[in-house]
């Protein structure tokens, strides 16, 4: 089946660590967004990609970076530099960046600190 | 700088009851969007709203869309338990590719 897949589930950072998020889509999409989630709160937009080789900053991209070489491939890193790292984030995909169709969305990786 | 903002925050109704949820957003945006998600997982799309006066229902929900207000609706009908999750709004910021989330409206049911 088609779809988002987000590893790990959970992930836990020790101080000053960097740690890699995974994401990775089957559904052709050719834009891809990386969302934080902090409890009772909505999603903030951390970086987006509309194409391949192709990434901007969104709203919070600060301690945070990305990678955008294959098309089916989003990866977050998280710096040392993030200084309040804990949340829930999701990495979603859309058809392209114009388009109306809703983003689909993985099931997440909740990170926290040891 | 668009804005979205959502309320209520948290609805607790009984099972059978009607409610709305309201989504308010600043400035002017060309597509508006309706999320469920259930504790601890992803978010589901629920309606996508690309004009003024567009409603969508899908079973015991109807979304709504007027851009003259920039007010986007979630109307319940006859809640049932089964509804119970944060909904979200989103927004679409006219001309870039972004989305702007609600903080979302936990939704309770109770028998």
């Known amino acids: 089946d088609g779809g988002i897949t987000q590893s790990p589930k959970y992930l836990f950072r020790k101080e000053g660590q960097n740690v890699t998020l995974s994401c990775e889509q089957n559904?052709?999409?050719?834009?891809m967004y990386w969302y934080r989630q902090d409890p009772g709160q909505g999603l903030r937009l951390i970086y987006y990609?509309?194409?391949?080789?192709?990434?901007q900053k969104g709203d919070i991209a600060e301690g945070y970076s990305v990678s955008r070489e294959k098309k089916e491939s989003f990866p977050l890193t998280v710096t040392s530099a993030q200084k309040n790292p804990t949340a829930f984030y999701l990495c979603?995909?859309?058809?392209?960046?114009?388009?109306?169709?809703?983003?689909?969305f993985g099931d997440g990786t909740r990170l926290s600190i040891l | 700088e668009l804005k979205v903002e959502q309320n209520p925050l948290f609805l607790s109704m009984q099972e059978g009851k009607n409610y709305t949820i309201y989504c308010n957003y600043s400035?002017?945006?060309?597509?508006l969007y309706w999320y469920r998600q259930d504790p601890g997982k992803s978010l589901e799309s629920l309606f996508v709203?690309?004009?003024?006066?567009a409603v969508k229902q899908e079973g015991r929900l109807m979304a709504s869309l007027d851009t003259k207000a920039r007010l986007s609706t979630l109307h319940i009908t006859a809640a049932v338990h089964d509804l119970s999750a944060t909904y979200f709004c989103?927004?679409?910021?006219?001309?870039?590719?972004?989305?702007?989330f609600g903080t979302g409206t936990r939704l309770q049911v109770f028998p």
């Open positions: 979603a995909s859309s058809r392209d960046a114009n388009s109306n169709q809703p983003q689909h």
């Open positions: 559904l052709n999409h050719d834009a």
């Open positions: 990609s509309q194409i391949v080789n192709d990434f």
């Open positions: 400035t002017t945006s060309d597509r």
């Open positions: 709203l690309l004009s003024n006066g």
């Open positions: 989103a927004a679409g910021s006219y001309n870039t590719d972004k989305l702007i």
